[in-house]
C-alpha cells in the first residue's frame, strides 16, 4: 500500500510539473484517475495551488490560448444567505466566474468558478436566492482575486504606475498604469506622522512627470 501511495504521488507532482512547464501536457484531468487515489490526488493538487482555502476543491486544469484554466468548485452543500445568515442546501442553478490569479509556471492563470445560486430557505427573508461567495480569494464582481491584487498594489506602492506596468507583464499578471494606479488608491493613505520628512528627488524626473 505504501509503495502505491508513493508512486501516485511521484506520479502526480511530476506530471503537474511537467504540464506547467510545457505544453506537452494540455490537460491534467483529476476525474481520469482510478479511485481510491482520486480523492488524494484532488486534496494534493487543490492544497498546492490553494492552499489558504481548503473548502475549495480543484477539478480539473488545462491550456487554453496560452492561459492555464483550473476548474474549482466548493466542497462544502451548505452556504448562508449574506442576508439572514440562514444556512440552505437547495440550490437553484449555476453560472461560471473566471477571475484572473496569480501565475504557475510560464503561464497566466485563470480560476473558473463553478458558483452554485442558492435558494433562501427563509420564508421571511426578502431575498430570495443567493449565490455563494468566497470573500477571502475574489471580491463579489472582482475580475482578479485578492492575492493578485495584492500583488499589483505593492508594485504600484514601490515602483508606481509607469514602471510597474512594464514589471507587471515581465510578473506574469499584465496590467495597465492606470489599473495600478486605481488598486493603490483603493489602498488608502497611511496617517501623516508629524516626524515624517520630505526627501529631494534631486531633480531627477520631478518636473518632466517620469515619476509614477
Request: proline fraction near 7%; charge should be positive; charged fraction near 20%.
Amino acid at each position: 500500500m505504501e509503495v502505491q501511495q508513493r508512486f501516485v504521488q511521484i506520479w502526480f507532482w511530476a506530471t503537474l510539473c511537467e504540464g506547467l512547464k510545457c505544453d506537452r501536457i494540455k490537460k491534467i484531468d483529476i476525474h481520469s484517475v482510478s479511485p481510491p487515489h482520486e480523492s488524494r490526488v484532488m486534496i494534493s493538487f487543490s492544497t498546492f495551488l490553494l492552499p489558504s482555502f481548503p473548502d475549495l476543491c480543484i477539478d480539473a486544469s488545462h491550456i487554453e490560448r496560452s492561459e492555464r484554466l483550473i476548474q474549482v468548485q466548493s466542497r462544502t452543500d451548505v452556504a448562508a444567505c449574506p442576508q439572514c445568515r440562514q444556512p440552505s442546501v437547495k440550490v437553484h442553478g449555476f453560472y461560471t466566474r473566471r477571475p484572473v490569479d496569480l501565475p504557475c509556471g510560464e503561464y497566466p492563470v485563470r480560476l473558473v468558478f463553478r458558483v452554485r445560486r442558492f435558494v433562501c430557505q427563509n420564508q421571511s427573508c426578502s431575498r430570495q436566492t443567493f449565490a455563494e461567495a468566497f470573500p477571502d480569494l475574489v471580491a463579489i464582481y472582482a475580475r482578479r482575486t485578492r492575492r493578485q491584487a495584492k500583488l499589483l498594489q505593492e508594485l504600484a506602492c514601490t515602483v508606481g504606475g509607469r514602471a510597474g506596468s512594464p514589471l507587471a507583464r515581465r510578473f506574469g499578471v499584465p496590467a495597465s498604469r492606470q489599473t495600478l494606479l486605481r488598486l493603490l488608491r483603493r489602498c488608502g493613505v497611511p496617517a501623516f506622522s508629524p516626524h515624517a520628512c520630505l526627501v529631494s528627488t534631486n531633480g531627477l524626473g520631478a518636473k518632466d512627470g517620469a515619476m509614477g
